[in-house]
């Protein structure tokens, strides 16, 4: 199956760890001015939010999945690989890692909302998830 190259866009989303969102969401930003709306709208509650950090639309698009919002600290997420599917039209699939906090973890108790930004290139393909849970014991 082919792979579709990706490169992880290394952000900090501090308005999105502020915000509720009730599930596992994906977010395709294919241009300037779309980026520029959701980065405003995921940091409008902070007094000084980060610069928008610069993406070329012409041959790129971004990808922003977030697992929703989870209960405490020591959740993580990460975008381990994307594939195109062999379908009538353009899929890709994504395949993702839900890293959560186990039993012995110590963690912050402040909701978090994980994300994974990354940069593929432009296409209008249908995306479909897929993802593993991976439990971190934090065993020293």
Known sequence: METIDFEPIPLSAPGLNQRYIAELTLWIIRDESDWQAFWRQQQRLL?????????????QMLLVLTLGSRPTGGYGLEIDRIELLETTQPTWRIYYLERVPGKTCL????????????????????IELTGQILVNNCEH
């Open 47 to 59: 007094s000084e939010p980060p610069p928008l950090p610069d993406i070329d639309f012409t041959a």
């Open 107 to 126: 963690v912050t108790q402040q909701t978090t909302t994980p994300t994974a930004f990354v940069s593929v290139p432009l296409s209008n393909a249908e």
